[in-house]
């Protein structure tokens, strides 16, 4: 078999494996389905099964807990009959108050700017595949939801929280409020959001313009 002219003719039918570097060819996967290497055996990619309708509705919740949860207190410590409750933005705010401003941007960034741009811009990209477009503008913006995968960094902030409050648990009386667990619900949806992704998929569209792109 001739790799380089299937390259030269169309380059998006080979795929290597990330073990081995055995390149296949594949013309088309059905859903649900794997390509796995011929060599070592290790699985190349999976189609799975309607994945732009995955990716969208877990995109739309994501966004919707996001923007729901600006809305509500994160948590409330009280002690001595004294009480203070915080939300998300306040706890930013809380940080930057203490000269750590450049802190203060970087986790309002990694913990819910980014997390929010990945999704609107893979909704923006999965709507305009469904509608049968294609071409280099939207291999840029998958490129580019691609690069902000690992600053999406939702999971940590709920952990760093955890941890800092075992340390103030003794002192006070915390409570987690309404925000903290959309946070977490959050955390959830972005999770599946990235996991419904099918970037074998999303390529194979974006390669397809016009109304055959859908199928």
Same mark, same amino acid.
């Given at each position: 078999?001739?790799?380089?002219?299937?390259?030269?003719?169309?380059?998006?039918? @080979?795929?290597?494996?990330?073990?081995?570097? +055995?390149?296949?060819? =594949?013309?088309?996967?059905?859903?649900?389905?794997? @390509?796995?290497?011929?060599?070592?055996?290790? +699985?190349?990619?999976?189609?799975?099964?309607?994945?732009?309708?995955?990716?969208?509705? $877990?995109?739309?919740?994501?966004?919707?807990?996001?923007?729901?949860?600006?809305?509500?207190?994160?948590?409330?410590?009280?002690?001595?009959?004294?009480?203070?409750?915080?939300? /998300?933005?306040?706890?930013?705010?809380?940080?930057?108050?203490?000269?750590? =401003? @450049? @802190?203060?941007?970087?986790?309002?960034?990694? /913990?819910?700017?980014?997390?929010?741009?990945?999704?609107?811009?893979?909704?923006?990209?999965?709507?305009?595949?469904?509608?049968?477009?294609?071409?280099?503008?939207?291999?840029?913006?998958?490129?580019?939801?691609?690069?902000?995968?690992?600053?999406?960094?939702?999971?940590? $902030? /709920?952990?760093? +929280?955890? /941890?800092?409050?075992?340390?103030?648990?003794?002192?006070?009386?915390?409570?987690?409020?309404?925000?903290?667990?959309?946070?977490?619900?959050?955390?959830?949806?972005?999770?599946? $959001?990235?996991?419904?992704?099918?970037?074998?998929?999303?390529?194979?569209?974006?390669?397809?313009?016009?109304?055959?792109?859908?199928?």
């Amino acid at each position: 078999m001739d790799y380089r002219e299937i390259y030269s003719t169309a380059p998006d039918r @080979l795929l290597a494996c990330q073990k081995c570097d +055995t390149l296949s060819v =594949v013309d088309d996967l059905p859903p649900g389905n794997a @390509l796995r290497c011929r060599c070592c055996g290790h +699985t190349i990619v999976v189609r799975k099964k309607q994945p732009f309708v995955r990716t969208a509705a $877990f995109a739309i919740t994501s966004l919707i807990l996001a923007g729901s949860l600006l809305a509500f207190p994160f948590l409330s410590m009280a002690r001595f009959g004294f009480g203070h409750e915080t939300s /998300v933005p306040g706890l930013v705010e809380s940080v930057a108050q203490n000269w750590y =401003v @450049l @802190l203060s941007l970087l986790i309002a960034l990694f /913990v819910l700017a980014i997390p929010v741009l990945r999704a609107g811009l893979m909704l923006y990209l999965v709507a305009l595949l469904q509608a049968g477009r294609g071409g280099d503008r939207l291999k840029r913006v998958f490129r580019f939801t691609e690069k902000l995968t690992p600053w999406a960094m939702t999971e940590i $902030f /709920v952990v760093g +929280t955890g /941890v800092g409050l075992v340390k103030v648990v003794d002192l006070a009386q915390v409570t987690f409020d309404v925000s903290f667990w959309l946070y977490c619900g959050l955390v959830i949806a972005f999770a599946l $959001f990235n996991a419904s992704v099918c970037r074998w998929s999303i390529w194979r569209h974006i390669n397809r313009e016009g109304p055959d792109a859908r199928n």
